[in-house]
């Protein structure tokens, strides 16, 4: 179906976009590299040391405690956001006043600062002065984000769960948006059940948003490093120590440049990695058509 | 049982707005009523916390910077977008999929790798502390969210309205301005929205990359809360105005998602 033409002045048309984007990405990206192969001791002589950090980044317990805390959040946080949001935007008014009603209240928790967003839900699940924490704690249910690591890793993932199920919903719901009635009709002159015709109107009508929303997801939570340091700093302990809030911890705090700079590198490759597995399963079959 | 599906959002909708709520709630307490007990509403309703931050230039320049380097980095990224997205739309040219990868690739590094070079960078071509370098630093990542947006529009716009335009002797650019963008205006909305929200939100680069002059108002937030003890009515105030420019925005192009999303195969 491919009817785009082969044309090489195209490039023209991509180059703003080349430099803007390449002056932010490539400069950065080669001082990090460069952090990763060398040692310093603070007056600004580096010596060359190979692949050392590296190896020590791979081998180290801390690196592995961070990234497994890390998939088991964005596990976690996909698995839940993915289908509550598609059964949202299932469950919405598909127009109207009430359509625009729930798009405005929904996309609020989207452009709400992510300092702030961790600053609400502090506030909000304080257990002596907040209305969750309060609530839980009168309930019954002996609950403190601060000091129990169940708690601090239930209200992360209820945070990230308020943040962003309504990006995927959005997304989904203009997929949605996108069938035209006739297709409705249809499944109705022959009598299928509201799953077939979510399994095989709505469903392949939304494939490619999901795409879009479950990798922008995948993405987004791997990075995720503001709100779960406003809310718990990582703890209690090393609780909810995440690969972003771990990297800054030793790249800020110790000033390890050297092994920040080999983490930075790792985390990336993994990022990269994944997201590129996650694209070709989701687009799996999309060329021959 | 199809009649209670409108329990699913309005349900979803309580949830979202309790926090905002609590928030709401917080902004109007004094901070001894805030720490003294649990209320669940406030008893003594102060406008007090809302007047020090409009009336005190440390915070409300908060604000407006934000507002700028906000705007230029939208008004940037979806300009510089636009060609590209209708690059990758229409042509095959050497290494197109390698570079829309590259792009996206871009949106996958996180800003906790990239904050000490970006400032080491900006310092060095002397543009830290500028709203242009927090606005140049953010098309690190809506660039490509915007290129990726504009290509699935442009890609729903058949083939055929450029060759007719081109047939009837339009050159390039007038054709690109005057009939090729009011097709795919809805999904400039879109990317302009996508952008401005990620740009708006984000705290990491932009406070690493500004001290005073252009100092974000989330970073405002987070050192006053930490040099004046621990207000907590102030902070809910001021994080209740970061929501103000956000709604704006969702009120003007909520027409915008609802139709423009349906257009384009995004």
């Known amino acids: 179906m491919s009817a785009r033409t082969v044309n090489q002045k195209a490039w023209w048309l991509v180059l703003p976009v080349v430099v803007l984007v390449g002056f932010n990405a490539i400069v950065p990206l080669m001082t990090v590299v460069n952090y990763s192969v060398q040692e ?3 007056n600004n002589k580096f010596f060359f040391e190979g692949v050392k950090w590296f190896e020590m980044v791979i081998h180290s317990a801390r690196f592995h405690d961070a990234l497994k805390r890390q998939l088991l959040f964005t596990a976690i946080v996909l698995a ?32 709400i600062p992510w300092n702030v967003v961790g600053a609400i839900w502090n506030i909000f699940a304080l257990p002596d002065i907040g209305m969750l924490g309060w609530t839980l704690n009168r309930a019954g249910i002996d609950y403190n984000f601060t000091r129990q690591p169940v708690a601090a890793w239930a209200t992360l993932i209820a945070m990230d769960v308020w943040h962003w199920t309504s990006l995927v919903a959005l997304l989904a719901y ?53 709100e779960p340091f406003v809310l718990t700093g990582g703890g209690p302990g090393n609780a909810t120590t995440l690969l972003s809030i771990d990297l800054v911890k030793i790249a800020l705090g110790q000033f390890d440049l050297g092994p920040a700079g080999a983490m930075s590198l790792i985390y990336f490759l993994i990022i990269l990695l994944l997201s590129w597995m996650f694209y070709r399963v989701m687009t799996l079959g999309e060329d021959e058509s | 049982m199809k009649r209670m599906t409108w329990l699913v959002p309005a349900l979803y909708i309580v949830f979202l707005m309790l926090p905002i709520y609590w928030l709401l709630c917080m902004s109007f307490k004094t901070t001894n009523e805030i720490l003294g007990q649990f209320t669940p509403w406030p008893q003594n309703f102060t406008f007090e916390n809302y007047r020090k931050i409009l009336t005190d230039s440390t915070w409300y320049m908060g604000y407006v910077n934000s507002l700028i380097y906000v705007v230029i980095n939208t008004v940037m990224s979806v300009a510089v977008a636009l060609p590209a997205a209708y690059a990758f739309s229409r042509y095959r040219f050497l290494g197109d999929k390698h570079l829309f990868f590259w792009l996206l690739s871009n949106r996958m590094a996180p800003a906790a790798v990239f904050a000490l070079p970006f400032f080491q960078l900006y310092s060095a071509i002397g543009l830290f502390d500028t709203h242009i370098a927090v606005a140049l630093a953010h098309c690190l990542f809506n660039v490509p969210l915007a290129v990726w947006i504009l290509e699935g529009f442009m890609s729903g716009v058949p083939k055929e309205l ?47 990359l500004t001290s005073v002059a252009a100092k974000p108002i989330a970073a405002t937030m987070t050192r006053t809360a930490s040099a004046s003890g621990y207000e907590l009515g102030l902070l809910a105030a001021a994080g209740a105005l970061t929501i103000v420019p956000g709604a704006f925005v969702i009120y003007f192009v909520r027409n915008y998602i609802a139709k423009g999303f349906s257009l384009g195969r995004v």
């Open chain 2, 162 to 208: 450029d060759e007719l335009a081109f047939i009837d002797g339009y050159p390039f650019w007038k054709f690109f301005v005057k009939i090729f963008l009011p097709a795919i205006a809805a999904g400039i909305g879109v990317a302009a929205f996508f952008c401005f929200m990620f740009s708006w939100v984000e705290l990491l680069l932009a406070k690493t």
């Open chain 1, 80 to 111: 839940i956001e993915v289908p509550l949001g598609v059964a949202v935007a299932l469950a919405m008014p598909r127009r109207g006043v009430w359509a625009s009603v729930c798009l405005v209240l929904m996309s609020m928790p989207l452009l």
């Open chain 1, 40 to 42: 310093t001791f603070g």
């Open chain 1, 174 to 226: 203009a997929g949605l948006s996108a069938i035209p009635d006739a297709y409705y009709q249809a499944a109705k002159i022959d009598g299928a059940s509201s799953w077939a015709v979510f399994r095989h109107v709505q469903l392949p009508k939304m494939k490619h948003v999901l795409t879009i929303a479950v990798l922008l997801r995948f993405m987004d939570s791997f990075m995720i490093y503001t």
